[in-house]
């Protein structure tokens, strides 16, 4: 098992910047690739980023491409979602999830663990 949670989020205005992280405890955290979702309300969960076990390896949903960075710190056990020039469709939950293997998928169904989720809303 790996317990995800999720911290960082709150409400900024239109071009600003927000990190929110994620902590995780059980298994080797190194072991899983992690990823990064969101869902708007109303609104089925999306791929935002993902990241490979080292680090050394990332994916972008091409909406936040350019504006997002996803990085990690294995010793920390912490994954992270630096957005920058946010904008208000970038409002959302937003969740971290893990995954056993090393390929970075962008489906939900390939995530074995998942994080409650931190609110991130942007005012135009």
């Known amino acids: 098992q790996v317990q995800l949670v999720e911290s960082g989020g709150g409400l900024v205005q239109a071009g600003d910047s927000l990190r929110v992280s994620c902590a995780a405890s059980g298994r080797t955290f190194s072991n899983y690739v992690m990823g990064w979702f969101r869902q708007a309300p109303g609104k089925e969960r999306d791929f935002v980023a993902a990241i490979s076990r080292s680090g050394d390896g990332t994916y972008y949903a091409d909406s936040v491409k350019g504006r997002f960075t996803i990085s990690r710190d294995n010793a920390k056990n912490m994954v992270y979602l630096q957005m920058n020039s946010l904008k208000p469709e970038d409002t959302a939950v937003y969740y971290c999830?893990?995954?056993?293997?090393?390929?970075?998928?962008?489906?939900?169904?390939?995530?074995?663990?998942w994080g409650q989720g931190t609110q991130v809303t942007v005012s135009s």
């Open positions: 999830a893990a995954r056993s293997g090393s390929y970075l998928s962008s489906r939900e169904r390939n995530y074995d663990y």
